[in-house]
């Protein structure tokens, strides 16, 4: 004859589900997720499933896992880190703010300045060219009183 086959599944406390097999007897389980443990007497079952809750198997998923604060600290440390780079590259874009400010303001200086010294070469110009006429007809003017005498 064959194993018998799980037929129904029923809750029998809050430790234990009742099991009925297809040969028609009972056996009684774990309900703790992804447990098999399986009896023939109801009694065990709760004892067993202290192995899942007690104080010890509280402390054994707290060794295979971080506790929340230590992951909370790291979160933080490594937000307090990306801040701190968020805050010097913010730091240094204020730095090359200004020194653009400060070139742009030179710049705008210096284009004042050759604008000026433009208005002065032509006004030397204009001058120079009134000088040489004076100059001509200060020769002509010679020429003709040199001319006479």
């Known amino acids: ?23 028609e007897s009972v056996m009684f389980g774990c309900r703790w997720p992804g447990c098999n443990f399986a009896s023939e007497n109801a009694q065990s079952v709760p004892s067993h ?29 490594a937000a307090f880190a990306l801040l701190d780079r968020a805050n010097d590259l913010v730091d240094r ?6 020194q653009y400010t ?3 303001k030179q710049l705008a200086e210096a284009q004042i300045k ?6 002065r070469e032509e006004l030397a110009e204009e001058i120079t060219d009134e000088i040489r006429d004076k100059a001509r007809k200060y020769d002509v003017l010679m020429e003709a009183i040199r001319g006479t005498s």
Request: charged fraction near 35%; glycine fraction near 2%.
């Open 1 to 23: 004859m064959s194993d018998p086959v799980l037929i129904n599944t029923e809750h029998y406390s809050d430790t234990t589900n009742m099991m009925t097999m297809s040969d």
């Open 49 to 77: 499933y202290r192995a899942h809750t007690g104080r010890a198997a509280q402390k054994r998923r707290g060794k295979r896992r971080p506790h929340h604060a230590e992951i909370q600290n790291e979160v933080l440390e």
């Open 93 to 98: 874009l204020d730095a090359f703010d200004a």
């Open 102 to 104: 400060n070139a742009r």
């Open 114 to 119: 050759l604008e000026e010294y433009r208005e």
